[in-house]
């Protein structure tokens, strides 16, 4: 099976680095033992001191390449006044030559020639592919037989590695010559892609060997996909701790991250080469990362490089990092062929964590944890949906420090052509948009870092920072009606407290039941002057009051006014005395009457 010797190290707990860097914190151990135990714990785990031989072999490395971890210390040694310099094994019994490479495979027990066949074939193919093909340099030889040596051996914990024995003095640039271990319990599938791995790290080291080693891996696993395409449906494996840290550097330097970091490299071939195989262009960056400064100072980074080529294609390292950013959420059960940014995305595994979904019709604050928060060149991402009210939503984000911030989001259901990138200024980043247009968004929030940008010196934890998101024009709000009840069949003037009214806002009720609003007077945005008259038959009891802006923003509140029995008209003209329902006729009236009656009686007799 191909799986497991694939995913080695991605379920790995603590393991002997972790005991060499507690020791080293702690102080009990100085930076060159440290860099020294690093090194030698790999390639000659039986030279260490007792104790630390004995913490090696009770907690085992489990990791794809230890390359790494051994240039890690080789490069960090350079500046002691111990620097670290291995030497090339001895030649073992057994050995096979290739026919068509100046490259030896060494095996030291007649048992393991099959697997030095797989390693030697490993090693045709892959140098026909990395090396002749797309241009990368051949390792230095220096040895006597005028070969590259391959060594199948304990590879202490790794699927293999490539180690530097010292700096190429040949060569005017910063190079190192190198050999590599292939693990001696290596079978199945993968053993090529291991020698295609490992062998991409021997070129690396011939270009320039001070360059970060989390570019490293992120190009050794770009490249032996790029030899063997068949074999990347198993790689989006490698991505599961790389999408699972967002807020970390794309440059963090730690395993296994380093390893899912090779959907960077596949994202710029694609995007901007020729394909997502395209060795050509990743070549390219090392070979313009190469520099002439006798070992001592690595200018320019890769980081720098990929900002000049991106510049030369007409985009810019910000937003080529803005789209690699989106792409990495639509991928696995997010893929989305109309966000096709990252290849292969239904292989990558899985999608990145989402922080929080916020709501456009509430207001909302977030704050990220120390720990999540980004980093430079980190992310982090949020959902932002619809609510129950759609209208034009502003998203604002602020920190204390002014790190350099970029928002950038793209429609749930939308295309690349959708994607929008907002730039920030002295830690502010501020944009609007209309929901009733995009629906839920993902929202991606980018620490870009800034001109001092230093992959040797990554922060331990990223920078804090505060998000809102508010309506850009806020809904109106209700706090109080005074009085809090009115008489049916009746007028009455109430008044409406609260926020954000608007001159002009309409008053109603739920339900109306021919309720009549005869006036509504703006006094200012928090109160409104409201006439009301009810008929005398509305049933009474609580209803829902409603304050409608004139840009349609609304606010209710439940039960906002009562609505009482009013006393009848009728019992305010007697007193509360009728008769059958008739209204009874007052003795003012008669008299009126009867001296009317009168009046008529003697003007007939006169006339």
């Known amino acids: 099976m191909m799986i497991p010797i694939l995913i080695m190290g991605l379920l790995q707990g603590a393991t002997w680095l972790d005991n060499l860097d507690t020791s080293y914190k702690k102080g009990q151990i100085t930076l060159d033992e440290k860099l020294e135990i690093q090194m030698r714990g790999i390639i000659a785990p039986d030279t260490l001191p007792d104790e630390w031989k004995k913490i090696v072999a009770?907690?085992?490395?489990?990791?794809?390449?230890?390359?790494?971890?051994?240039?890690?210390?080789?490069?960090?040694?350079?500046?002691?006044?111990?620097?670290?310099?291995?030497?090339?094994?001895?030649?073992?019994?057994?050995?096979?030559?290739?026919?068509?490479?100046?490259?030896?495979?060494?095996y030291y027990n007649e048992v393991q020639h099959d697997l030095a066949q797989s390693v030697l074939e490993g090693v045709d193919e892959a140098w026909a592919k990395s090396i002749d093909d797309f241009g990368f340099y051949a390792p230095p030889i220096v040895t006597e037989d005028g070969r590259y040596p391959f060594y199948i051996m304990n590879a202490s914990g790794?699927?293999?590695?490539?180690?530097?024995?010292?700096?190429?003095?040949e060569t005017p640039w910063d190079d190192c010559v190198t050999y590599i271990v292939i693990e001696e319990n290596s079978h199945g599938g993968m053993v090529k892609a291991t020698v295609a791995h490992e062998l991409n790290h021997a070129s690396q080291a011939a270009m320039d060997c001070l360059e970060p080693v989390v570019f490293w891996e992120n190009t050794a696993v770009f490249t032996e996909i790029a030899v063997y395409p068949q074999i990347v449906q198993w790689m989006g494996y490698y991505a599961e701790y790389f999408q699972e840290s967002p807020w970390w550097s794309i440059s963090e330097n730690e395993t296994p991250y380093w390893y899912g970091g090779f959907i960077w490299p596949m994202f710029l071939a694609n995007e901007y080469g020729e394909g997502p195989h395209d060795g050509y262009y990743i070549r390219d960056i090392w070979e313009r990362t190469m520099q002439e400064t006798?070992?001592?100072t690595n200018v320019p980074n890769y980081m720098q490089v990929i900002s000049e080529k991106l510049e030369e294609d007409g985009s810019s390292l910000n937003e080529a990092f803005a789209l690699f950013t989106i792409g990495r959420y639509f991928v696995e059960n997010e893929a989305n062929n109309n966000m096709d940014i990252i290849p292969f995305a239904e292989y990558i595994t899985p999608s990145v964590p989402i922080q929080r979904s916020l709501y456009t019709d509430d207001y909302s604050e977030y704050e990220p944890s120390e720990s999540q928060a980004p980093k430079p060149y980190g992310v982090n991402y949020f959902r932002i949906r619809q609510g129950t009210k759609i209208r034009n939503t502003t998203i604002e984000l602020e920190d204390e420090e002014g790190e350099n911030w970029q928002i950038v989001y793209a429609p749930m259901n939308g295309s690349r052509e959708d994607i929008v990138m907002i730039d920030g200024t002295d830690g502010k980043v501020s944009m609007e948009f209309d929901p009733g247009q995009t629906g839920d968004i993902i929202l991606a929030v980018i620490n870009k870092g800034n001109d001092n940008f230093n992959f040797r010196s990554i922060p331990h934890f990223g920078t804090q920072y505060?998000?809102?998101?508010?309506?850009?024009?806020?809904y109106p709000e209700i706090s109080a009606v005074l009085p809090q009840s009115v008489e049916t069949g009746s007028e009455k003037l109430i008044t409406i407290y609260g926020s954000e009214f608007q001159e002009g806002a309409q008053v109603s009720f739920f339900p109306m039941d021919g309720i009549s609003i005869v006036n509504v007077e703006f006094v200012n945005a928090s109160q409104l002057k409201v006439t009301v008259d009810t008929p005398v038959d509305l049933s009474t009891g609580s209803r829902t009051i409603i304050v409608t802006n004139p840009d349609e923003g609304t606010a209710d509140l439940d039960g906002g006014l009562t609505f009482t029995q009013g006393v009848p008209s009728s019992s305010k003209d007697d007193g509360g005395c009728s008769s059958s329902g008739t209204r009874s006729t007052s003795f003012p009236t008669i008299l009126f009457v009867l001296f009317g009656l009168l009046f008529a009686v003697r003007r007939r007799i006169f006339l």
Not at 158 to 169: C, E, K, L, N, R
Not at 466 to 474: A, D, F
């Open 58 to 106: 009770e907690n085992p490395l489990n990791v794809r390449s230890a390359t790494p971890i051994i240039m890690d210390a080789f490069q960090k040694s350079r500046k002691s006044k111990n620097p670290l310099y291995p030497r090339i094994p001895d030649p073992m019994q057994y050995y096979l030559d290739s026919d068509l490479y100046p490259v030896r495979v060494y």
């Open 466 to 474: 505060k998000l809102t998101v508010r309506p850009t024009i806020p």
């Open 158 to 169: 790794a699927a293999g590695y490539t180690s530097p024995v010292g700096y190429y003095d």
């Open 294 to 296: 006798e070992n001592v």
